[in-house]
């Protein structure tokens, strides 16, 4: 899984900046009467980088790339914003490369005197980062926000996962905020938005939701991919036993590994879809579901571990199946709702997933052995 920053965005003009930029150029304006022009706010000239490709940028220049475009003779090329306000190069001379399209914190500079980097907590949030699965991708834009000093800002990044048919395409949002009292940020949260694709191209409605962070079981950014593909993912959560307590009264906690999955039909006080928790007691085991199935990886000790580890993380996991002295691609992921696994073809037509379907399958094909 590769994650790419989103490229540098900058806060767009208002409509009414907008309108008052293009009332010159209507048809009807009155030549006579001085026009008001639009002003800036400090947040969109914070936003707009110093240096663009080694262009530095005056205010007209900023200005111009706001509301209109900026255009650099010198090497044919100008820039403009699109309506999320990415900055976007176009070639006069030349094609305009799908790469070169979208100007990159690479591609930039701000004025870094605005405010003192606190290395400590810099050092603490790109850990973070690596840890959630964004890896080191977005440190630059970062650090460059870091400076700015924003009581709040955001970092957008997207990843691409390839199925056996199609692609899917997730689009994080990481939003971060300042302590009230010290000069720290903290990543608070998160937005992941999953675009389906299907095997003629098309892409399904995009699905959506806020995962919360800092509370130790911080679910990964490919997790949250899991999760809105609709499989489950194990955790280590935090349980809180109300029949049982200390000498004081309060109830006793206690870690426990328990699955989870997105419930697409019920949404929280937030709007969010809400979670379906499987607790130990729902009696999933997974080392018996997975048994159950003739996999050919499990008969080496090695590719068992990954394959259970796979499992746990909600991956949809290729295996090889063993039918009749012959070998069969398949995939398999963990169903601990129906307590067994979801069982895929090679093209990723479901086999069956529920106890029903495995008794329909198990009497049209008897013939699946795993070899000792």
């Known amino acids: 899984m590769d994650i790419i920053p989103n490229p540098v965005q900058v806060i767009p003009p208002s409509p ?5 930029y293009e009332a010159p150029f209507k048809e009807k304006a009155d030549t006579t009467v001085a026009l008001e022009k639009p002003k800036l706010t400090h947040e969109q000239l914070t936003s707009i980088p110093d240096v663009i490709d080694g262009h530095q940028l005056s205010a007209k220049d900023k200005y111009d790339l706001l509301l209109d475009a900026l255009v650099v003779d010198k090497n044919d090329l100008y820039y403009f914003l699109d309506d999320k306000g990415y900055i976007i190069r176009h070639f006069t001379q030349e094609p305009t490369d799908k790469e070169k399209r979208f100007v990159n914190f690479e591609d930039v500079t701000f004025d870094m005197k ?9 050092e603490y949030l790109k850990k973070s980062l690596k840890y959630l699965g964004f890896g080191e991708n977005l440190n630059s834009a970062l650090e460059v926000r870091l400076k700015e000093g924003s009581d709040k800002f955001t970092l957008g990044a997207s990843a691409a996962f390839s199925t056996p048919n199609a692609k899917d395409m997730v689009n994080y949002e990481l939003r971060f905020s300042k302590s009230k009292t010290t000069d720290n940020y903290f990543l608070n949260d998160y937005q992941a938005t999953l675009e389906k694709g299907n095997a003629n191209g098309t892409v399904q409605d995009p699905v959506s939701r806020v995962f919360t962070l800092n509370k130790g079981n911080d679910i990964t950014a490919k997790e949250a991919y899991n999760l ?13 036993d109300k029949q049982n307590v200390t000498e004081s009264g309060e109830p006793i ?4 590994e328990v699955w989870m999955k997105l419930d697409f039909e019920k949404k929280n006080d937030q709007g969010q879809f809400s979670f379906k928790t499987f607790y130990k007691n729902y009696g999933f085991d997974l080392d018996k579901a997975v048994t159950t199935h003739p996999i050919k990886e499990l008969n080496d000790p090695d590719h068992r571990e990954r394959l259970m580890s796979s499992l746990k993380r909600g991956n949809l996991q290729s295996v090889t199946l063993e039918k009749n002295g012959t070998e069969e691609k398949a995939f398999v992921a963990a169903s601990p709702q129906f ?3 979801s069982l895929y073809d090679k093209d990723l037509k479901l086999v069956y997933e529920k106890p029903q379907d495995i008794k329909v399958q198990n009497q049209e094909d008897k013939g699946y052995q795993r070899s000792r």
């Open 114 to 122: 605005k405010t003192q980097l606190n290395d400590q907590n810099f």
């Open 339 to 341: 307590k067994n696994l």
């Open 228 to 240: 809105l593909s609709g499989r489950s993912i194990q955790k280590n959560a935090e349980i809180t």
């Open 253 to 256: 906690k206690r870690k426990e």
């Open 16 to 20: 009414e900046q907008k309108e008052l």
